[in-house]
Every structure is written in C-alpha cells, then in structure tokens.
C-alpha cells in the first residue's frame, strides 16, 4: 500500500505543478491584442489548466480518503480547509477566463483573432492575478499543514 501511497504523492505533486505552470503561462501570454496563433494557444493552455486542476482535485481526494491519514484528520486541519477552500474559490474566479477563451471558438475557427474590448482584458487579467494569488495562500497552507500548524483534532 506504501508505493500506492508515493504515486498518488507524485501525482498529486506533478499535477499541482501544471496548474501552476498553466495558469503562469496564461498570465504571461494574456493581452488585450492577440495574433490569432496565440489566441488559439491560449485556449488549449485554458484546456491543459483544467485538466489538471481536475487532475489534482481527484488525486487529492484519493489520497485524503484513501492513501494517507484519513479524511477526520485532515478535515480537522484549519490549513487543510484553507489550502481545500482556497483552491474551490480559484477554481470558481478561473470560470470566468475561460468562459471569454471559450467565447472565441468561432472566431478562432475562422481565421479571425478575437478582439478584447479593453473592460473586458481588464477582468480577465485581474482574475488571472488573483489566481495566483490563490496559489500562493494555497502553498503556505499546504506548508504549515505539514508541518502540524493548525491540527485541532
């Protein structure tokens, strides 16, 4: 059971890592003016990012209900609940990014690069930054949970 344990670590690890690298990227790559190539890049980025969110959230629920010490000790970790409600409020601030990448299917499909009236680029990048912010309190929960900070059980 120990090396099924590792694995869903590893996984739990690496699809962590993605979502960070995904949303970083978004960041990064995000204007308000986008040739029509990154635009479509863009939108597959979106698509990696969810998937690994997804990745990551079912990993994680394996391990806490399966593979680890067992949901009544994590679910009486205040970090826990921090690092677990912090991830669910960037998963519900990332609806709106990618309702806008999706909205650009048809024009992407034919040949036409979307144009973000300037309101618009505004929210999506505020929502982006603060995704990330949400990452960072999701790291320093998942630090000081480890370290047995929080634990009222």
Same mark, same amino acid.
């Not at 806008?100 to 299917?105: N, P």
């Not at 618009?120 to 480890?146: F, K, P, T």
């Given at each position: 059971?120990?090396?099924?344990?590792?694995?869903?670590?590893?996984?739990?690890? %690496?699809? !962590? #890592?993605?979502?960070?690298?995904? %949303?970083?990227? @978004?960041?990064?790559? #995000?204007?308000?003016?986008? /040739?029509?190539? =990154?635009?479509? &890049? =863009?939108?597959?980025?979106?698509? *990696?990012? $969810?998937?690994?969110?997804?990745?990551?959230?079912?990993?994680?629920?394996?391990?806490?209900?399966?593979? @680890? &010490?067992?949901?009544?000790?994590? #679910?009486?970790?205040?970090? #826990?609940?921090? &690092?677990?409600?912090?991830?669910?409020?960037?998963?519900?601030?990332?609806?709106?990014?990618?309702?806008?990448?999706?909205?650009?299917?048809k024009l992407l !499909?034919?040949?036409? /690069?979307p144009q973000i009236?300037?309101?618009?680029?505004?929210?999506?990048?505020?929502? =982006?930054?603060? @995704?990330?912010? $949400?990452?960072?309190?999701? =790291?320093?929960?998942?630090? %000081?949970? !480890?370290?047995?900070? $929080? *634990?009222? $059980?």
């Open positions: 059971m120990r090396i099924w344990a590792a694995i869903f670590a590893f996984l739990h690890h %690496l699809a !962590a #890592f993605t979502v960070v690298a995904t %949303l970083v990227t @978004e960041h990064a790559l #995000f204007a308000p003016v986008l /040739p029509l190539a =990154l635009a479509r &890049k =863009l939108r597959r980025i979106d698509l *990696y990012y $969810g998937i690994s969110a997804a990745v990551l959230v079912v990993v994680g629920l394996l391990r806490v209900f399966s593979f @680890e &010490k067992g949901a009544s000790y994590y #679910f009486a970790d205040a970090w #826990f609940i921090t &690092k677990l409600s912090t991830f669910v409020i960037v998963g519900l601030i990332s609806i709106y990014p990618t309702v806008v990448f999706l909205s650009w299917r !499909a034919s040949g036409v /690069p009236p300037p309101r618009q680029a505004l929210s999506v990048r505020i929502c =982006l930054m603060a @995704e990330l912010a $949400g990452i960072i309190v999701i =790291l320093l929960a998942a630090a %000081l949970m !480890a370290r047995g900070f $929080g *634990y009222f $059980g």
